[in-house]
């Protein structure tokens, strides 16, 4: 069925506002230089790399420091309420710098903005934000920036409507060698405690025609591995008539010729024994799965509106770790979730230690306004929370441990991503079940696919050597 709700972006309208960013570079008193401040999940990261297109072909330059940039824009997050005031604080911090440099424009966008009544609290309460726009119109940010330089005056924008689909965006992509990709937009599972679906609007799927396009110029010109990108990828195609299904674009995919291909995230209610086997078949596909259970607890897991049970759960763990042994498997936990019982963290705890994740982001759950849960009884001590995700965390960087412990010996084959972190000589890359491993090599390597020999571990990365001569 296609989705009622989508809005296309006519393709003439994005050449509208492409046509205003000539403009807008021709313009004396335009910004010349930007930053962009990102938050939250891959979605984000991804649509700045599309805000950064834009403002470049508005003839911008990306600058070396925020404090620095003629324009900031916050691309932020609202997910809990720790990210919200992140984001928020931070663009108070620049009304500071402001005072300083009156000419200073500072935009806000994202998940956040398209909060009911954030709109409105921008405008009252952040006289210093000059552009404000929403997940559904990035598209319109030539227009807007324009109308505010040009008018000196603030512009807010931000839709009720934000189910757009939207081809044709510039995209100034931060690597050269991994590259996201989107597949689908939005969310229709309404998660009691989740707050996406009403930022993020109803689910579409980009046209399978697109996808393909944009995979094979991605790997014409040299990249080696693409993360598809959806809130539940495992539900794509399903809003489309005719739309093909996720294993079957997975399939198609593979037949670019791109080296890696990984997706996040997906469902466990909608993981199908067609992606089992398409993951099983596939060479380009990665052997990592990321599948959040939220819960060890049947209870809570209904109150969550998860749709599957503990037992449903563990039952699709263990067909996909028949049908792929090596696949490395992580998971988002939530504890203190309205009502949560000892005996419900304890199912977590116990679940956690059957699956023996490789990872896990651990969460204390945070009430989101608008949300099922935000009305719920039964609010958590926050001290109970704080020592409930500290076991977790603790009980996890056992199950890490006692992963890597088997992988010691095994020959990985690692995309090298840049420098390792803590020491500038060694390199690090991502092994095909998406775990660090920091090795010695040239840094001309950066970008490769290598054969590597894990010969250690440490807490969160694996030690290995290259495999010469292979
Ligand atoms: N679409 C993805 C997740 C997006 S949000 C999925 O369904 O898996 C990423 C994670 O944030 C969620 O998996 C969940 O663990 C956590 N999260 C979402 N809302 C939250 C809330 N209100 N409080 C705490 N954690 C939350
Ligand atoms: Fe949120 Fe659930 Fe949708 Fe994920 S599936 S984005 S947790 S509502
Ligand atoms: Fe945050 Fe929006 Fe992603 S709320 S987690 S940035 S979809």
Avoid at 190 to 203: A, D, H, K, L, T
Avoid at 305 to 333: C, F, H, S
Avoid at 438 to 443: I, L, Q, V
Wanted: proline share 5%.
């Amino acid at each position: 069925m296609r989705n009622e709700t989508t809005v296309r972006i006519p393709p003439e309208e994005i050449l509208y506002q492409r046509e205003l960013s000539k403009q807008f570079s021709l313009l004396k008193n335009r910004p010349r230089t930007y930053f962009i401040v990102t938050y939250g999940c891959q979605m984000n990261a991804h649509d700045s790399e599309k805000l950064a297109g834009m403002l470049e072909e508005m003839g911008m330059t990306l600058a070396p420091a925020k404090e620095q940039a003629d324009f900031v824009l916050h691309n932020t997050c609202c997910i809990r309420d720790n990210a919200e005031r992140k984001a928020l604080g931070n663009v108070t911090w620049l009304k500071e710098i402001k005072k300083e440099r009156p000419d200073l424009l500072i935009g806000v966008c994202g998940c956040m903005v398209q909060e009911p009544g954030m709109a409105e609290k921008i405008l009252r309460q952040y006289p210093f934000v000059d552009v404000a726009f929403g997940t559904g119109n990035i598209h319109r940010l030539p227009e807007l920036l324009s109308k505010a330089v040009e008018s000196r005056r603030r512009v807010v924008a931000v839709p009720d409507e934000q189910s757009t689909l939207i081809e044709g965006l510039p995209i100034q992509r931060e690597s050269s060698f991994q590259a996201y990709v989107t597949i689908m937009y939005g969310c229709n599972n309404f998660c009691s405690y989740c707050i996406v679906p009403y930022v993020r609007g109803r689910e579409r799927s980009r046209a399978a025609d697109d996808i393909v396009r944009e995979v094979e110029g991605l790997q014409e010109k040299g990249v080696k591995e693409i993360m598809l990108l959806g809130q539940n990828v495992n539900s794509y195609g399903n809003d489309m008539e005719n739309g093909i299904s996720f294993p079957k674009l997975l399939h198609r995919l593979g037949q670019t010729g791109i080296p890696r291909i990984r997706f996040m995230t997906s469902h466990p209610k909608d993981l199908s024994d067609a992606l089992i086997e398409e993951m099983a078949v596939n060479p380009a596909l990665c052997h990592h799965l990321h599948l959040p259970v939220q819960s060890g607890s049947n209870r809570i897991l209904t109150a969550m509106n998860r749709r599957y049970t503990r037992e449903q759960y563990l039952e699709k763990v263990k067909k996909i770790r028949a049908a792929v042994p090596d696949i490395g498997l992580t998971t988002d936990l939530i504890v203190a979730f309205p009502g949560e019982t000892e005996e419900d963290f304890l199912d977590t705890m116990a679940l956690a230690r059957e699956v023996c994740y490789d990872s896990a982001f651990t969460f204390i759950y945070s009430p989101r306004i608008g949300t099922k849960a935000a009305d719920l009884p039964g609010r958590i001590d926050p001290a109970i929370a704080s020592e409930r995700i500290e076991k977790l965390i603790a009980l996890q960087d056992e199950m890490t441990q006692k992963n890597f412990a088997t992988l010691i010996g095994a020959r990985e084959t690692v995309l090298v991503t840049g420098h390792a972190k803590r020491d500038e000589r060694q390199l690090t890359g991502k092994c095909s079940r998406n775990i660090s491993v920091n090795f010695e090599g040239n840094p001309d390597n950066i970008g490769k696919i290598l054969p590597i020999k894990i010969t250690a571990a440490s807490k969160t990365t694996l030690r290995g050597e290259i495999l010469e001569g292979e």
